[in-house]
């Protein structure tokens, strides 16, 4: 499909974003990012997570202020300091998670952010706009529906409608299509086509490289902060781009893996034909069969919120499987309550320490002791044992080298003491299968190094883990096997040495790798 | 079980239910808004007591009726300040300025308990007039009871076809979004809270100038509370308000009507029906998502707010 | 995460903090004090005279202050009722249904055993008490239990419905002969013993006594120790084991018992009878005190206190001053709204 050729040498850029940078703390999001945008395109904003993307496009909208470099609209500068500014430029966004009010209609959720709304609503009209757009973009939808009975995608269709009725001439999508199905994608790229040929200018942000191929007229590759290159959609491919959004050489860090997976034994964890439904935003599990034996890691690798969140808290058993069956060490326990998967010898290291697995007002040392109450009570639980938890604990904190007061509240810990303060827990009582997310997130190099030798170690003593992370460079020197997540379910599966790291890339982000080795 | 009979009990309930209607309808507005008033009864009391001394100091009826109004909005600027600008909980607000209503209304109307008022005078509609005496009779109703519908229709009005009732319905469902559509959140909920307020005010002063043309202590008994629990049998919206007061009304006339038919059942008893229904209905709607609060009305109910 | 709870964490703090959060809490009674007085003025009633007879009457003498004393403790349990469910993210503002079922099913027992010897009578009144009030308040706990309805809304209905079940029963079944408005008085050996010529009454013991095992349980057990994490971060105890939907029931009907015991021991200790309005939004009053004190058992006994002087010393104002009891309310409403308009008075110093 041809697209159009207008030569942007020629042209002035709509949006021009010169020299971004912002720092939040602990990490450099922006790194001198330049784009620019020109009006009738289509430019998909492509990178991992964390690579940037997100950051940059609320800058743009207003929700961040950049430390350094420059906006310009039309060759002009301008400064965003809210969205009420980007509004006034004709900036519209449409997040992740939609800011639709579900008891109001469409009509009423349109109007809302109508510049020109009279005193007295007259619905006909607003109905008849509503109308007259959908039908020109074919954005079909039913102004008088109520939100809260509409699917995703139509909600999508009214998130677009509230931008293009608020006058915006510059649409920024992030993830549109990340809740989508197939036909749904279909149709919203045809709606960015109208779009185009009418002058819009279109961002998206994405991580999937089959629908950017399909539909961008320029990509623009984020990694790490930085960027990493801007091209045309003729002279991209699959190859190029994967490339660009991943680094191209693994660290040396090899560690030395020997088979120690016992061959004989039958898994410690093993999920049959799992599915779960996804409320919202979140990811349903589709059809997971997975096998963890003692002595192995296994690692997940995936663009974060492809169902990462949902398979770790259905091995814990939080959340209901709708089909299929759980079976840890040996029994199903598709229906077993949380704590006593745990006293069972299960530890879990969740990917948000803050929300997930503490509680902030409590002192450190009483959130170690959580997870097994049962063990520390005494006197039929009239008393807890705190000299014995400390012990444990300390005896743990001491082996990683750690060091964080016990007797803080937990809310005042940094991020990284937290993730600390968890893996400490969690791994004290030297369970017999770890469910790790995000192990290393927001962890120094020592304390990194510190908590993949635990994992090794427990490994080395018949454990068997699973290792979900973002760090592609972590799974390939920590995984006996790897396994990918794309949208619920797995994408592949093999044994590190037989695949690369472009291959994973190809699968994180929806297109086909060239092989497919199950073991 | 006569015409006759059945008449007298719906003109029972319009008489008692109006000043229902009218409190409720301004707590639609509030809830709406996000606001919970649990001080309702002690804005009521304030009202009737201040919109009755009035009435009886000036002679006129309709200074009183303004002056209730007057404080009924007053009153919910307290709850107001406490909530939304010192970020106080709603519910414990509430009770504050209940409490608070108990010991004002007790001193303002003191002076004035059984004392002699002019009240709205009566008339019957010409077109009920036409009927015959024992009907037409049963239906001799005051200003304020002919006005209550139409009261309610432009509460509806005012809530779903003005660009200030749909600015008041977003704060109440996502103040987030509602901010992001360039509204100031805070200014719309004390807007809404001086409207409810009048509207509380103006089902006081039906009650303490007409219904019982009389001032006594805490006589008001509960009805601050039957209309919050109106709200939520109405869903939050204003002309099904118009049937759910007719029923809670009617409970009481109704059992007159039974115990004249021989079957006597408890006042008491029948006193809780619209409480059961409420909760009946509350379970029956469940998770559904077209019953439900506006949004923001859940986080008061959880504490955060 | 509720503001409440983070006075909690604070509440009670070390040396200097503890000195400021007492001065600030002086501050603030002496405002609302001094706004009362102006209410006085207008209504043409002389204030200094007033609080000398509200002083008077309840700290200037020992039959005052025992009255003080009596006055507290109904408020201690229903307080109590709101802070334990408090602890586990729950809002208990059903106290006031509690206390009426609970003093029926009390009232209950003490009419139909009226034969049965104290010590026999008074622990079953009290246990009936406490097993009305936790009926009353697993309707709510298990419809939240199961995402169905929000138990705030469903607690405040039965508020109202519990009264009208009271007014029920008295009027059809349980009236004394000669006044159809109230139960019989009840025998001997259905009330609650009194101390020393007072009226305090064997309800104080209960009060006191709960609110310590409350204190230690909170700050010792594991029970306590697996509700607060509840209350800190539901989300993260249900991830770490601790079963939370059991918690929340269980909770609630253990305050909803607490309530129900403050019903039973008003009944049997303060009235010797039943009546329809005999609460005096007794219930509610908790709820405040349990607001105002963050849920602290200490701050209750002391909120409590303040309170009941408040009350206590506004019957005497009544008398001599010429207005309504009610007026009192005045007082305590300032009150109330000052602790939660939470005034600075340092310089910029947020609790």
């Keep these: ?519 | 079980m006569t015409l006759l009979s059945i008449l007298g009990v719906l003109s029972s309930a319009i008489f008692s239910g109006t000043s229902l209607l009218y409190t409720t309808l301004g707590e639609v507005i509030d809830e709406r808004a996000g606001i919970v008033n649990l001080g309702l009864e002690g804005v009521l009391l304030v009202s009737a007591s201040s919109g009755f001394a009035v009435t009886a100091l000036s002679g006129n009826p309709y200074i009183g009726i303004l002056v209730a109004m007057l404080a009924g909005g007053l009153m919910n600027m307290v709850l107001g300040y406490l909530v939304i600008t010192r970020k106080a909980n709603q519910l414990a607000s509430g009770l504050a300025l209940m409490f608070f209503g108990f010991g004002l209304s007790a001193l303002i109307g003191k002076p004035y308990v059984s004392v002699k008022i002019n009240s709205l005078s009566k008339f019957i509609l010409p077109v009920i007039a036409n009927l015959p005496l024992k009907y037409s009779s049963l239906f001799k109703f005051d200003l304020l009871i002919y006005l209550v519908i139409p009261v309610a229709i432009f509460v509806w009005w005012l809530l779903y076809r003005t660009r200030w009732g749909l600015g008041v319905r977003a704060v109440g469902e996502n103040t987030d979004t509602a901010f992001a559509s360039g509204r100031d959140p805070r200014r719309i909920r004390y807007q809404a809270l001086f409207v409810g307020g009048m509207l509380a005010g103006l089902g006081a002063a039906h009650l303490s100038i007409v219904y019982t043309m009389n001032w006594a202590e805490g006589m008001t008994a509960g009805r601050g509370f039957i209309a919050v629990a109106l709200v939520i049998f109405s869903k939050w919206h204003p002309l099904r308000a118009i049937v759910g007061a007719l029923v809670f009304s009617g409970a009481v006339a109704f059992q007159l009507l039974l115990q004249a038919s021989g079957v006597n059942i408890s006042s008491n008893l029948l006193d809780t029906i619209p409480y059961i229904l409420t909760l009946v209905v509350l379970i029956a709607w469940g998770g559904n998502r077209r019953h439900t609060a506006p949004a923001m009305l859940g986080r008061v109910y959880q504490g955060s707010e | 995460m509720t503001k409440l709870a983070e006075t909690v964490s604070h509440f009670p703090a070390g040396g200097q903090k503890m000195l400021q959060t007492v001065v600030r809490y002086l501050l603030m009674i002496l405002l609302a004090f001094f706004m009362f007085g102006l209410i006085l003025l207008i209504a043409g009633k002389d204030p200094l005279a007033s609080y000398k007879d509200i002083f008077s009457s309840t700290l200037g003498s020992a039959y005052g202050f025992s009255e003080v004393i009596v006055s507290m403790i109904p408020m201690l349990l229903t307080a109590l009722a709101v802070a334990l469910p408090f602890r586990v993210g729950l809002i208990n503002i059903g106290g006031e249904g509690q206390l009426f079922i609970g003093a029926a099913f009390a009232t209950f027992a003490a009419l139909t055993f009226p034969n049965l010897p104290a010590w026999l009578l008074l622990p079953l009144m009290a246990l009936l008490g406490m097993l009305g009030g936790a009926l009353w308040a697993f309707i709510p706990g298990y419809l939240k239990s199961i995402g169905l309805v929000n138990e705030t809304i469903t607690s405040l209905l039965l508020n109202s419905v519990a009264p009208k079940i009271i007014g029920f029963l008295i009027l059809g079944f349980w009236h004394s002969p000669r006044d159809t408005v109230k139960t019989p008085s009840f025998v001997d050996a259905a009330r609650l013993p009194t101390f020393f010529g007072t009226r305090i009454h064997l309800g104080l013991v209960f009060g006191l006594v709960l609110l310590v095992i409350f204190w230690y349980v909170m700050k010792y057990t594991r029970w306590g120790l697996e509700m607060r994490a509840i209350g800190s971060n539901s989300q993260a105890a249900k991830r770490n084991g601790i079963p939370l939907a059991k918690y929340l029931v269980i909770v609630m009907c253990l305050g909803g018992a607490i309530a129900g015991l403050a019903g039973m021991v008003q009944v049997s200790g303060f009235y010797g009878t039943l009546f329809p309005n005999f609460s005096m939004s007794m219930g509610f009053m908790g709820f405040m005190i349990c607001w105002l004190a963050g849920g602290d058992p200490l701050g209750i006994i002391l909120m409590a206190f303040v309170v009941s002087v408040i009350y206590s010393g506004g019957n005497l104002l009544q008398l001599t001053r010429g207005l309504p009891y009610s007026v009192i309310n005045i007082l305590l409403a300032f009150t109330l709204f000052i602790v939660l308009a939470r005034p600075t008075f340092f310089k910029g110093k947020k609790s």
């Design chain 1, 1 to 519: 499909m041809p697209r159009s050729s207008h030569s942007q040498t020629a042209q002035i850029p709509l949006i021009a974003m010169r020299g971004i940078t912002k720092a939040f703390p602990g990490v450099l999001a922006n790194d001198a990012v330049d784009l620019e945008i020109f009006r009738s395109e289509i430019h998909a904003l492509l990178g991992e997570n964390g690579a940037g993307k997100s950051t940059l496009m609320k800058i743009l909208y207003g929700f961040y202020r950049a430390d350094a470099g420059q906006i310009l609209l039309d060759g002009q500068p301008i400064s965003i300091r809210s969205p009420h500014d980007a509004r006034n430029v004709n900036i519209g966004m449409v997040f992740q998670d939609f800011t639709l009010i579900p008891a109001f209609s469409v009509a009423e959720n349109i109007a809302l952010f109508l510049p020109d709304l009279g005193a007295v609503l007259d619905l006909k009209e607003i109905h008849r706009r509503i109308n007259e757009l959908s039908q020109r973009y074919d954005l079909q939808v039913d102004p008088q529906a109520m939100v809260s009975q509409l699917s995703i995608g139509e909600q999508q269709k009214v998130e677009i409608l509230k931008l293009l009725l608020a006058d915006a001439r510059l649409l920024i999508l992030d993830e549109p299509t990340r809740v989508l199905a197939p036909h749904e994608v279909e149709a919203l790229f045809r709606v960015l086509d109208g779009l185009r040929k009418d002058g819009f200018a279109v961002i998206f942000i994405t991580h999937k490289l089959k629908e950017v191929l399909e539909c961008a007229d320029r990509i623009t590759v984020l990694r790490g902060g930085r960027l990493a290159g801007t091209l045309p959609r003729s002279t991209a491919d699959e190859e190029k781009l994967v490339a660009l959004m991943f680094e191209k050489k693994l660290a040396g860090l090899q560690v030395s893996r020997q088979q120690v997976r016992d061959e004989a034994a039958p898994p410690l964890l093993e999920l049959r034909g799992v599915e779960t439904h996804g409320e919202g935003a979140e990811t349903s599990l589709q059809a997971i069969d997975l096998k963890i034996y003692p002595g192995e890691i296994v690692g997940v690798a995936g663009v974060s919120g492809n169902g990462q969140k949902e398979l770790g808290d259905i091995a814990l058993g939080m959340g209901k499987c709708v089909r299929g069956s759980k079976i840890l060490f040996g029994k199903d326990v598709t229906r077993l309550s949380i704590r006593k998967v745990r006293r069972s010898g299960v530890g879990f290291i969740p990917e948000n320490p803050l929300t997930m697995a503490v509680a902030p007002f409590m002192t450190v040392l009483e959130n170690m002791a959580l997870t097994q109450t049962w063990r520390y009570a005494r006197l039929g639980g009239m008393r807890m044992d705190w000299q014995s938890v400390k012990t444990d604990v300390d005896a743990t904190i001491q082996q990683m080298g750690f060091s964080f007061s016990l007797y803080a509240p937990a809310r005042s810990l940094s991020g990284g003491n937290l993730q600390r303060m968890v893996i400490v827990r969690e791994m004290t009582h030297n369970p017999r299968l770890i469910i790790a997310s995000y192990l290393t997130r927001g962890l120094d190099v020592q304390s990194t190094i510190a908590a993949r030798q635990a994992l090794v170690q427990a490994r080395e003593s018949g454990a068997g883990v699973l290792l979900i992370s973002e760090d592609l460079e972590e799974l390939f020197t920590l995984s006996d096997r790897l396994i990918v997540l794309y949208a619920g379910a797995i994408a592949g599966s093999f044994k590190p040495e037989e695949t690369n790291v472009f291959e994973v890339g190809h699968l994180m982000t929806g297109s086909e790798g060239q092989n497919d080795k199950i073991s």
